[in-house]
């Protein structure tokens, strides 16, 4: 089975501080993405990687950036923490390519993050 | 515009009914589609990819209709622990998986007893 894990089911944090969220996943995948879940908004992609050392923006990047510096282990960071990145954060891998079987994306368990 | 639209419902259904829901999306190219079932406070989780031929899992059955962009899930004989967000999710891209999926913002779906 995939097991994707996240470094924190819940998180409080200050206005002004750095936040950093760690995603790991023990499939050997390529992919891995960062995304956010707001209610109404549904799932919003904020940055993805399909490489070490590689990262793209994705929808909503500002405000965020992220790391790749081993295959398994994805880190969204929060420079200066706001109010309204108040939100679920959602990790999530596949294999990559072109066949649906590596497309589909395996969640972690997510991360509830309170900025104050 | 790049879109995956869903009807975000709630949808009420008696247990025992059958129950259907669309997502519509906007990329003609796509050949990537999937159906999450995400629970309350939970991850999304995959609960079928949809292939062109139709599929069928149990007492679910997932549709794609290229010519009117469009995939549907079916469930048969709702059970009230189907009660949960269903997430529509489309490869936006002409392939390759690099670009991830688009996701719906999903369909809210109560079984009553």
């Known amino acids: 089975d995939v097991k994707v894990t996240q470094s924190s089911r819940y998180l409080v944090k200050r206005t002004g501080e750095k936040v950093f969220l760690e995603c790991v996943q023990d499939m050997d995948h390529e992919n891995m993405f960062w995304y956010r879940q707001d209610p109404g908004l549904g799932l919003r992609l904020i940055y993805f990687?399909?490489?070490?050392?590689m990262k793209e923006k994705g929808d909503i990047p500002e405000g965020y950036s992220v790391s790749r510096e081993k295959k398994e282990r994805f880190s969204l960071i929060l420079e200066s923490a706001s109010t309204n990145q108040t939100s679920m954060y959602l990790c999530?891998?596949?294999w990559g390519g072109g066949t649906m079987e590596f497309e589909t994306q395996y969640f972690g368990p997510g991360t509830r993050l309170l900025v104050l | 515009r790049k879109e995956v639209e869903q009807d975000p419902g709630p949808f009420n259904v008696p247990e025992g009914a059958t129950v259907a829901f669309n997502c519509t999306y906007s990329?003609?190219?796509?050949?990537?589609f999937f159906w999450y079932r995400q629970d309350c406070r939970k991850e999304p989780k995959l609960l079928m990819s949809v292939y062109s031929s139709g599929n069928e899992d149990g007492r679910f059955t997932a549709q794609l209709n290229r010519a009117s962009q469009y995939i549907s899930l079916l469930i048969r004989d709702s059970k009230l622990s189907d009660s949960a967000t269903y997430l529509c999710a489309v490869n936006l891209g002409s392939g390759g998986g690099a670009d991830g999926l688009t996701f719906g913002k999903g369909t809210h779906l109560i079984i009553q007893p």
């Open positions: 990329n003609s190219a796509s050949q990537s």
């Open positions: 999530a891998s596949s």
């Open positions: 990687s399909y490489d070490v050392k």
